[in-house]
């Protein structure tokens, strides 16, 4: 079965500096990666995803992933963050009959004035 | 366009009652439509998830059911609460052929 992992429960970083919130994942056959965003009492909204191509995935609001295939990883980075950037951010893979996405368990992402 | 609607945004429930959560999608057809709780503000945990009327796939064993009873439409039902199913409850559609899940604003579900 398929599934992701966040290794941070929160992660904290100062306006204007640029920040990461790490992923990793396992998968049978090629990975379907997504960061989804939750705002406060919110549905989840989408970033991005990587299907195949590029390892460097652009999304919505400045964000952009590294898909790494050696590391199994898809990290979410910006390079410079606004405060307006927390919030809680998930990481999640889909099965290969895309059933469903599997999510990780969330990282709390804060960005200080 | 595409909109989700999902009702109540919040509701208190005491243990033993019945519940009904309703989930309405507009401006597409035949979406999968899917059922998430996220407890404590954290990770999510797939529910429910269906590919057409009447097609109901259960993802862990539970005191919930759902039925979609309309092409674009999804409930998720108790015949008696529990404690245990207070949560953040959010319903997902996505296109047949596409890769990104709509969410809908949530249902705050607490049993007391």
């Not at chain 2, 919040?10 to 243990?15: E, G, S």
């Not at chain 2, 401006?27 to 954290?42: C, D, F, I, K, V």
């Not at chain 2, 949560?87 to 990104?100: I, V």
Request: with cysteine; proline share 5%; net charge positive.
């Amino acid at each position: 079965a398929q599934s992701v992992a966040q290794p941070e429960d929160q992660v904290n970083v100062a306006e204007g500096n640029p920040l990461t919130v790490k992923c990793t994942y396992s998968v049978s056959g090629n990975p379907y990666l997504f960061w989804y965003v939750q705002y406060p009492n919110r549905g989840l909204q989408f970033l991005l995803k990587y299907i195949t191509g590029d390892n460097l995935v652009k999304g919505s609001y400045g964000f952009e992933a590294e898909f790494n295939k050696s590391q199994t990883s898809f990290h979410l980075k910006k390079p410079s963050a606004l405060v307006s950037d927390s919030a809680l951010y998930f990481c999640a893979v889909r099965d290969i009959r895309w059933r469903a996405l599997t999510f990780g368990s969330g990282t709390r992402l804060q960005v200080q004035p | 366009s595409q909109t989700i609607h999902q009702w109540p945004a919040t509701l208190v429930q005491p243990v033993g009652s019945p519940l009904s959560l309703e989930c309405t999608v507009e401006g597409t057809s035949n979406p999968n439509l899917y059922w998430y709780r996220q407890a404590a503000g954290r990770g999510l945990q797939l529910l429910f998830y269906s590919v057409g009327i009447g097609q109901i796939s259960s993802e862990v064993p539970q005191n919930l059911s759902a039925s979609r009873p309309q092409d674009r439409q999804f409930i998720l039902s108790s015949k008696k609460l529990l404690l245990s199913d207070s949560g953040f409850y959010l319903c997902a559609w996505r296109e047949l052929s596409g890769e990104k899940l709509f969410f809908g604003s949530g249902t705050q579900l607490s049993v007391l």
